[in-house]
């Protein structure tokens, strides 16, 4: 991948983020939720069109709009995940309504989980077949009644993903309950700085470590050989830690 420093200036704040977008071009992470600093989905675009005439990123990434919320996606891998999600669920979905005792594991593919990521597949089928133009893509009303929080989950990535029936309550069972976070990094050569970004950071209730070890060994197995397939990034750590909250927000 080529890649032209010279084109773009950027400060220091800026390098984390441009590091998250370049992720997202090598097929690190399928996307990135951009909730910086407010910005919208056309603020965004804009980004992601300066670095993409930089060469920084190719032109394949995205801006996708879900109701309100932007994400720069790498289209091809968000829907290979969500047509695997619909085949065999590589993703562990964790109930956390407020009303449970506990977290436990629940069906991925329960009716509405189904619903959303067969409506999300067709949008995203629907759209990377029209001619290309630098517009970000808004879902509109259909995800008004989709669950974001398990949604984003599924987008970026991660090998587990939270789920409450909003319906009832927006509120859940992960106060004062032991989470084991697991959290990846990278380092970048940019001209003479070297800095290290997060890609990754998602959590799982430690009691349900045992039931998910197979997904959470998956998901670092296919990381890693993702890594290895690019050179732009270097010295890739993954580690966890356990941390309990008086409350958590999702």
Same mark, same amino acid.
């Given at each position: ?45 804009? !980004? ?31 829907? =290979? ?35 959303? =990521? ?31 929080? =398990? ?35 990278? =380092? ?6 070297? !800095? ?55």
């Amino acid at each position: 991948m080529f890649i032209c420093w010279k084109k773009i200036s950027l400060c220091p704040s800026e390098w984390d983020l441009t590091v998250q977008v370049l992720a997202v071009d090598l097929s690190l992470k399928p996307a990135l939720l951009y909730d910086g600093n407010g910005a919208n989905a056309e603020q965004v675009q804009q !980004y992601l069109t300066s670095l993409q005439s930089a060469q920084l990123v190719s032109k394949s990434l995205l801006t996708l709009d879900i109701n309100g919320n932007a994400l720069i996606i790498n289209p091809a891998i968000v829907m =290979t995940n969500l047509e695997q999600l619909l085949l065999r669920s590589k993703v562990a979905v964790i109930d956390v309504c407020h009303s449970l005792e506990k977290p436990r594991i629940t069906d991925p593919l329960s009716g509405d989980l189904r619903s959303m =990521t067969q409506d999300l597949l067709a949008i995203l089928k629907e759209f990377v077949q029209l001619p290309k133009v630098d517009e970000p893509l808004f879902v509109g009303e259909k995800s008004d009644k989709w669950n974001l929080c =398990t949604l984003f989950g599924i987008l970026l990535g991660y090998p587990v993903t939270y789920w409450f029936d909003q319906n009832r309550s927006f509120e859940n069972c992960l106060a004062m309950t032991p989470l084991m976070v697991t959290k990846a990094s990278v =380092t970048w050569q940019a001209e003479t700085e070297r !800095y290290r970004c997060g890609l990754y950071s998602f959590s799982i209730p430690a009691a349900l470590h045992e039931e998910t070890r197979s997904t959470l060994e998956y998901w670092n197995l296919q990381l890693k050989e993702r890594f290895q397939q690019q050179s732009v990034l270097s010295d890739l750590i993954v580690c966890q830690s356990i941390v309990t909250l008086p409350s958590v927000c999702l």
